[in-house]
């Protein structure tokens, strides 16, 4: 599940991830994104941290409690200069990774193949 208030953002990800050959869902801010994920909880989730009407620092702390091992990335572009610190604070209550925007889509793919290799590990070692 891509989660992003900009549509430019959001369609290049879910065309980028697609072509990866992974299913995606898409949500264009953290409302969206948890009532998709309560309809059919995604493998991985991406989400802006940056968006109006439930931001993605809030998405995180929900999704979280609905979910304690579904793996999110947290990206942001957050004003540049507090970047970093956005970031910081969504991975401190939940996040799994972070990537700053811009980033390169090798570095996506990288996080989202280990996070996904990782979460079928643990399943495999709960079975």
């Given at each position: 599940?891509?989660?992003?208030?900009?549509?430019?953002?959001?369609?290049?990800?879910?065309?980028?991830?697609?072509?990866a050959g992974h299913?995606?869902?898409?949500?264009?801010?953290?409302?969206?994104?948890?009532?998709?994920?309560?309809?059919?909880?995604?493998?991985?989730i991406v989400t802006?941290?940056?968006?109006?009407?439930?931001?993605?620092?809030?998405?995180?702390?929900?999704?979280?409690?609905?979910?304690?091992?579904?793996?999110?990335?947290?990206?942001?572009?957050?004003?540049?200069?507090?970047?970093?610190?956005?970031?910081?604070?969504?991975?401190?209550?939940?996040?799994?990774?972070?990537?700053?925007?811009?980033?390169?889509?090798?570095?996506?793919?990288?996080?989202?193949?280990?996070?996904?290799?990782?979460?079928?590990?643990?399943?495999?070692?709960?079975?």
């Amino acid at each position: 599940m891509v989660i992003d208030d900009d549509d430019l953002v959001r369609d290049t990800l879910v065309r980028m991830l697609e072509r990866a050959g992974h299913k995606t869902v898409a949500a264009k801010n953290g409302r969206q994104g948890l009532a998709q994920f309560h309809r059919e909880p995604p493998d991985l989730i991406v989400t802006d941290v940056i968006m109006p009407d439930l931001d993605g620092i809030e998405t995180i702390m929900a999704l979280r409690q609905a979910s304690p091992a579904i793996p999110i990335i947290a990206v942001s572009g957050g004003g540049k200069a507090h970047a970093m610190q956005f970031l910081d604070a969504a991975q401190k209550l939940g996040a799994d990774l972070i990537l700053p925007k811009p980033f390169k889509q090798a570095d996506l793919m990288a996080a989202i193949s280990g996070l996904l290799a990782r979460d079928e590990r643990r399943k495999d070692a709960s079975q």
